[in-house]
């Protein structure tokens, strides 16, 4: 096996042009395929992360019936929610669990109305790891007996052309259905870089909230942030045991229009990567297949010399493996530095989409690449394996012919 | 001893419609130590005899002994043992394998063998000796004259200590001064080894070394050089 390999790599170079174009063609597509891996998932970790941040927390709990009016964001008081809070807090992976009153409602301003999502804070609770408190852009994050006062993000206030200290009207519809309306002083202006989320939600005290909702010591839902973001799913289990008569999802199944585009995305990437693999294999196949054409004669010397089919297939073999896994490998360190480059430079400029859709403009205004290397390194295997099957064709077919037949070709 | 007995053996080739009987009913011995050669025009069944002698290639009808030992019905893969256990090739285009040096080309057969290590080196560097070779040990085919790859494939064909060697128009491509060095290398060689030697030419230089002239026509042979005209 030792000497087969050596005569593998060697003839590997004998034509090293053939070669070297061979192997171009597997580390060009693996480059593409480990860039668009990288930016999706980093799309996808922004599109979550920042869902995660803007809507608060990774986890929430409700009461039953909600999950299936969700969109519409209804006011279903939570049962006791203090001891949900409570019961959240006990289990490890929950770094906060805050009460929130959160629904539909409007701002009007000089005549014009903006759909707006209302959530009511405990701000002295949230502000510690909130991180609209921690990316306040003018005035000041929400006390918890804060009357009248109402935070809202850099984007509404371009929209209404309004700072700190000018009032706007907020209009909610109560549990029983009547309109509200409430005129409020802007107490400060947040600003998370994500200008068409940041249009569409205002926060006002939990207290201003049960006030302008008449929801009187009632509370809409508990959210909880844990530690680690995407791996709520465990958490969801334990508390869902803890909670029966309650609904605990994450923004997976809050937001479904999230996870079937995280979703959309991963098939993509899954079809497009196929593409890119064939077209590496289709190179390394045909450069295999001449390879066997032009050594016939050398193939019918090594059967002379009493070579078996099965060693001369192996030297074919090997020798397929081989491009791949060297083309592989450089493929694999080439596609990481650019996806360190582009984060280096400052990720890709996507604020030019932001009024593409709220999904879109979860991914902020600018895109970084993901950069899992055992991600990276999953592709590479994949392609060296794919290498490795294109080469069996010609090679079992380069063991198979008679010696008689193969020395006297040219 | 015979070492090789060949009896009524045909061989056909088709190439498209056409069908050419390329060996006519042959049959054939030889002795242990023999330098015979095979003479005849082109078409005449030289090189496909030596192809069923070194178990390249089949007979359609007839039988071929190598040792005492029908290698017909054999298996592909008791025929390629047969090959690297009793038999040498020399070829007219010298086939060293180009990416092996000249001691890495005599030590393949040896390797394949599972020669080890130490005697492995021993006999190619005696080899390399013997064909006059020592100091061209890590050269490549690409690097050695025709002269030189001729002599290399003559060691390589006696590494593994075969019973016969089969060359098939070994000097074609070679100018007379290294032709005849080479064949005064094989005819050394037969007298020490022992080994037989069977060569297919049309190069007179050859036939003038041979023991013995077997000569064919049209697929069959018309004098065996023991004196029988078949």
Same mark, same amino acid.
């Given at each position: 096996?030792i000497?087969?390999?050596?005569?593998?790599?060697?003839?590997m170079?004998?034509?090293?042009?053939?070669?070297?174009?061979?192997?171009?063609?597997?580390?060009?597509?693996?480059?593409l395929?480990i860039?668009?891996d990288?930016?999706?998932?980093?799309?996808?970790?922004?599109?979550y992360?920042?869902?995660?941040?803007?809507?608060g927390?990774?986890?929430?709990?409700?009461?039953?019936?909600?999950?299936?009016?969700?969109?519409?964001?209804?006011?279903?008081?939570?049962?006791? $929610? /203090?001891?949900?809070?409570?019961?959240?807090?006990?289990?490890?992976?929950?770094?906060?669990a805050?009460?929130?009153?959160?629904?539909?409602?409007?701002?009007?301003?000089?005549?014009?109305?903006?759909?707006?999502?209302?959530?009511?804070?405990?701000?002295?609770?949230e502000a510690?790891?909130?991180?609209?408190?921690?990316?306040? $852009?003018?005035?000041?994050?929400?006390? /918890?007996?804060?009357?009248?006062?109402?935070?809202?993000?850099?984007?509404?206030?371009?929209?209404?052309?309004?700072?700190?200290?000018?009032?706007?009207?907020?209009?909610?519809?109560?549990k029983?259905?009547?309109?509200?309306?409430?005129?409020?002083?802007?107490?400060?202006?947040?600003?998370?870089?994500?200008?068409?989320?940041?249009k569409?939600?205002?926060?006002?005290?939990?207290?201003?909230?049960?006030?302008?909702?008449n929801?009187?010591?009632?509370?809409?839902?508990?959210?909880?942030?844990?530690?680690?973001?995407?791996?709520?799913?465990?958490?969801?289990?334990?508390?869902?045991? /803890?909670?029966?008569?309650?609904?605990?999802?994450?923004?997976e199944?809050?937001?479904?229009?999230?996870?079937?585009?995280?979703?959309?995305?991963?098939?993509f990437?899954?079809?497009?990567?196929?593409?890119?693999?064939?077209?590496?294999?289709?190179?390394?196949?045909?450069?295999?297949?001449m390879?066997?054409?032009?050594?016939t004669?050398?193939?019918?010397?090594?059967?002379?010399?009493?070579?078996?089919?099965?060693?001369?297939?192996?030297?074919?073999?090997?020798?397929?493996?081989?491009i791949?896994?060297?083309?592989?490998?450089?493929?694999?360190?080439?596609?990481?530095?650019?996806?360190?480059?582009?984060?280096?430079?400052?990720?890709?400029?996507?604020?030019?989409?932001?009024?593409?859709?709220?999904?879109?403009?979860?991914?902020? /205004? $600018?895109l970084?690449?993901?950069?899992?290397?055992?991600?990276?390194?999953?592709?590479?295997?994949?392609?060296?394996?794919?290498? $490795?099957?294109?080469?069996?064709?010609?090679?079992?077919?380069?063991?198979?012919?008679?010696?008689?037949?193969?020395?006297?070709q040219v | 001893?015979?070492?090789?007995?060949?009896?009524?053996a045909?061989?056909?080739?088709?190439?498209?419609?056409?069908?050419?009987?390329? +060996?006519?009913?042959?049959?054939?011995?030889?002795?242990?130590?023999?330098?015979?050669?095979?003479?005849?025009p082109?078409?005449?069944?030289?090189?496909?005899?030596?192809?069923?002698?070194?178990? +390249?290639?089949?007979?359609?009808?007839?039988?071929?002994?190598?040792?005492?030992?029908?290698?017909?019905?054999?298996?592909?893969?008791?025929?390629?043992?047969?090959?690297?256990?009793?038999?040498?090739f020399?070829?007219?285009?010298?086939?060293?394998?180009?990416?092996?040096?000249?001691?890495?080309?005599?030590?393949?057969?040896?390797?394949?063998?599972?020669?080890?290590?130490?005697?492995?080196?021993?006999r190619?560097?005696?080899?390399?000796?013997?064909?006059?070779?020592?100091?061209?040990?890590?050269?490549?085919?690409?690097?050695?004259?025709?002269?030189?790859?001729?002599?290399?494939?003559?060691a390589?064909?006696?590494?593994?200590e075969?019973?016969?060697?089969?060359?098939?128009?070994?000097?074609?491509?070679?100018d007379?001064?290294n032709?005849?060095?080479?064949?005064?290398?094989?005819?050394?060689?037969?007298?020490?080894?022992?080994?037989?030697?069977?060569?297919?030419?049309?190069?007179p230089?050859?036939?003038?070394?041979?023991?013995?002239?077997?000569?064919?026509?049209?697929?069959?042979?018309v004098?065996?050089?023991?004196?029988?005209? +078949?």
């Amino acid at each position: 096996m030792i000497e087969i390999t050596k005569m593998a790599w060697r003839n590997m170079w004998r034509n090293w042009r053939r070669t070297i174009i061979a192997m171009v063609a597997i580390v060009l597509g693996l480059i593409l395929l480990i860039l668009m891996d990288g930016m999706i998932k980093g799309s996808d970790q922004a599109i979550y992360g920042n869902a995660v941040r803007l809507y608060g927390g990774n986890i929430q709990i409700h009461a039953t019936g909600f999950r299936a009016k969700a969109s519409r964001l209804p006011l279903l008081p939570v049962d006791n $929610a /203090d001891q949900v809070v409570e019961i959240a807090m006990t289990h490890p992976e929950v770094l906060l669990a805050s009460k929130r009153i959160n629904t539909g409602g409007m701002v009007n301003e000089r005549g014009e109305s903006y759909p707006v999502t209302i959530t009511g804070i405990q701000p002295s609770t949230e502000a510690p790891i909130s991180l609209i408190a921690e990316n306040m $852009a003018g005035g000041r994050f929400l006390e /918890d007996n804060d009357e009248d006062m109402i935070l809202i993000g850099r984007g509404l206030s371009e929209e209404l052309e309004v700072g700190v200290g000018d009032r706007i009207t907020l209009t909610g519809k109560r549990k029983n259905e009547t309109m509200r309306q409430r005129t409020m002083t802007i107490v400060g202006i947040f600003d998370l870089g994500l200008r068409e989320a940041e249009k569409s939600m205002v926060f006002i005290s939990l207290a201003e909230a049960q006030s302008l909702f008449n929801l009187h010591n009632q509370e809409t839902e508990v959210t909880i942030s844990t530690n680690m973001v995407g791996k709520e799913k465990q958490v969801i289990n334990e508390l869902s045991t /803890d909670l029966q008569d309650y609904e605990v999802d994450s923004w997976e199944t809050l937001k479904p229009e999230i996870r079937e585009t995280l979703d959309m995305k991963s098939q993509f990437t899954t079809i497009i990567g196929l593409v890119v693999v064939m077209i590496a294999c289709i190179g390394i196949l045909n450069l295999m297949m001449m390879a066997v054409f032009e050594r016939t004669r050398e193939m019918g010397v090594l059967a002379a010399l009493g070579m078996k089919s099965h060693q001369i297939m192996s030297l074919f073999l090997v020798e397929g493996i081989m491009i791949g896994m060297v083309g592989a490998a450089m493929g694999c360190f080439l596609g990481w530095l650019v996806l360190v480059a582009i984060n280096q430079a400052g990720g890709i400029r996507f604020g030019f989409a932001a009024d593409m859709g709220d999904i879109v403009a979860l991914m902020g /205004d $600018a895109l970084y690449a993901a950069t899992n290397p055992l991600d990276i390194l999953r592709f590479g295997v994949i392609v060296a394996v794919m290498a $490795a099957l294109a080469s069996l064709i010609p090679a079992w077919q380069a063991s198979q012919k008679e010696p008689a037949e193969t020395l006297h070709q040219v | 001893m015979k070492i090789i007995e060949v009896e009524n053996a045909v061989k056909t080739y088709k190439i498209g419609e056409i069908e050419t009987r390329a +060996l006519d009913g042959i049959s054939l011995s030889l002795e242990d130590g023999e330098f015979t050669t095979l003479v005849g025009p082109s078409g005449s069944g030289k090189t496909t005899l030596l192809q069923l002698i070194g178990c +390249l290639d089949r007979p359609d009808s007839g039988s071929v002994k190598i040792g005492g030992q029908d290698v017909v019905r054999l298996k592909n893969g008791q025929r390629a043992d047969l090959r690297r256990e009793k038999i040498g090739f020399i070829f007219q285009f010298f086939a060293l394998v180009p990416v092996l040096s000249a001691y890495e080309n005599i030590e393949l057969p040896l390797l394949l063998n599972g020669v080890g290590p130490k005697k492995r080196k021993q006999r190619a560097l005696d080899l390399l000796d013997a064909v006059g070779l020592s100091h061209r040990v890590n050269h490549r085919p690409d690097q050695l004259s025709g002269g030189e790859q001729q002599r290399v494939a003559v060691a390589r064909a006696l590494a593994p200590e075969p019973l016969l060697v089969l060359a098939d128009e070994p000097t074609a491509n070679l100018d007379t001064e290294n032709g005849t060095q080479v064949m005064e290398i094989m005819q050394r060689l037969n007298q020490e080894t022992g080994t037989a030697f069977v060569f297919a030419t049309h190069d007179p230089r050859v036939v003038a070394y041979a023991k013995r002239v077997v000569k064919l026509l049209d697929g069959q042979i018309v004098d065996d050089g023991n004196g029988a005209i +078949l």
